[in-house]
């Protein structure tokens, strides 16, 4: 799925740049943290409701698109 609506901002007068869900002061790592202690996707949306599940999903979609790019250039 690739998607042409930003969901992740950076700016730096929120939380001093660290990029953020677009529309939240939720920072993007804040999900990577979640997901690397084992918590499910669910858990970290019911603590931050102001983050849209297809926000988060298309988070991780992105981050999947440079890993992958990443490891295999072409």
Same mark, same amino acid.
């Given at each position: 799925?690739?998607?042409?609506?930003?969901?992740?901002?950076?700016?730096?007068?929120?939380?001093?740049?660290?990029?953020? @869900? $677009?529309?939240?002061?939720?920072? &993007?790592?804040?999900?990577?943290?979640?997901?690397?202690?084992?918590?499910?996707? =669910?858990? @970290? $949306?019911?603590?931050?409701?102001? &983050?849209?599940?297809?926000?988060?999903?298309?988070?991780?979609?992105?981050?999947? =698109?440079?890993?992958?790019?990443?490891?295999?250039?072409?």
């Amino acid at each position: 799925m690739t998607t042409t609506t930003p969901v992740i901002h950076s700016d730096p007068d929120i939380l001093g740049g660290t990029p953020v @869900f $677009l529309g939240t002061r939720v920072p &993007v790592k804040t999900l990577l943290d979640y997901l690397e202690a084992g918590d499910r996707l =669910d858990e @970290f $949306l019911d603590h931050f409701p102001s &983050v849209r599940r297809e926000q988060a999903i298309a988070a991780l979609e992105l981050a999947k =698109d440079m890993l992958v790019g990443y490891a295999n250039p072409a």
